[in-house]
């Protein structure tokens, strides 16, 4: 390929270089990747925010220790809190209810029943039309839900394994659900 390139002018020496870089770039996701072809997202689960920087009123300060989580830093119960009552953000400490609090909740009605989700499930299952066996044949196979799964049990493993090797939560990847191809028999089987 040298003697090619340096035996020929300009213009095809250009054109040349061009196929070799178009017939590599499509060879595998390894090279598109490393020439920057291709770009990956960031994994939603991985990012976090951190609390700003403060001045402390004082210079009076302990020594910082390792392995001690940041003092700004609150947990993320404190701010869902903080995020779903307001008040709980301006005086650091649950208050009693405001009279506007007091009313929407006695305007909203009974409390539900503490089966609500079974009883809107089976309600929702009435409603559903059954499918006839056309119906059935012509749309054999369903989409999958929205979304992706976590793995529970595999997650659960990564976790303690991380607790035990002292790292975050937040290290490793959060393994996902693999589903399993279904046989063209298992496909027919699933219609009836």
Same mark, same amino acid.
């Given at each position: 390929?040298?003697?090619?390139?340096?035996?020929?002018?300009?213009?095809?020496?250009?054109?040349?270089?061009?196929?070799?870089?178009?017939?590599?770039?499509?060879?595998?996701?390894?090279?598109?990747?490393? *020439?920057? *072809?291709?770009?990956?997202?960031?994994?939603?689960?991985?990012?976090?925010?951190?609390?700003?920087?403060?001045? &402390?009123?004082?210079?009076?300060? &302990?020594? &910082?220790?390792?392995?001690?989580?940041?003092?700004?830093?609150?947990?993320?119960?404190?701010?869902?809190?903080?995020?779903?009552?307001?008040?709980?953000?301006?005086?650091?400490?649950?208050?009693?209810?405001?009279?506007?609090?007091?009313?929407?909740?006695?305007?909203?009605?009974?409390?539900?029943? !503490?089966?609500?989700?079974?009883?809107?499930?089976?309600?929702?299952?009435?409603?559903? !039309?059954?499918?006839?066996?056309?119906?059935?044949?012509?749309?054999?196979?369903?989409?999958?839900? !929205?979304?992706?799964?976590?793995?529970?049990?595999?997650?659960?493993?990564?976790?303690?394994?991380?607790?035990?090797?002292?790292?975050?939560?937040?290290?490793?990847?959060?393994?996902?659900?693999?589903?399993?191809?279904?046989?063209?028999?298992?496909?027919?089987?699933?219609?009836?």
């Amino acid at each position: 390929m040298a003697g090619l390139l340096a035996n020929s002018p300009g213009p095809r020496r250009l054109v040349v270089l061009g196929g070799a870089l178009l017939a590599l770039s499509g060879c595998s996701e390894r090279a598109t990747h490393a *020439l920057g *072809l291709t770009r990956d997202a960031p994994d939603e689960f991985r990012v976090t925010t951190r609390a700003p920087l403060q001045i &402390p009123p004082t210079f009076d300060l &302990p020594p &910082p220790r390792p392995g001690l989580p940041r003092p700004q830093e609150q947990s993320e119960r404190r701010q869902a809190e903080e995020a779903l009552v307001p008040q709980l953000a301006l005086t650091g400490t649950p208050s009693e209810e405001s009279p506007g609090q007091k009313a929407l909740v006695a305007a909203a009605g009974p409390p539900a029943p !503490p089966n609500i989700r079974a009883l809107v499930t089976e309600e929702a299952a009435l409603d559903r !039309p059954q499918r006839s066996l056309a119906d059935r044949l012509e749309f054999w196979k369903s989409s999958p839900p !929205p979304g992706t799964a976590v793995d529970a049990r595999r997650e659960s493993q990564r976790l303690r394994e991380n607790s035990a090797l002292g790292q975050s939560v937040q290290a490793g990847d959060t393994p996902v659900e693999q589903h399993k191809r279904e046989s063209f028999l298992d496909s027919i089987t699933n219609l009836f």
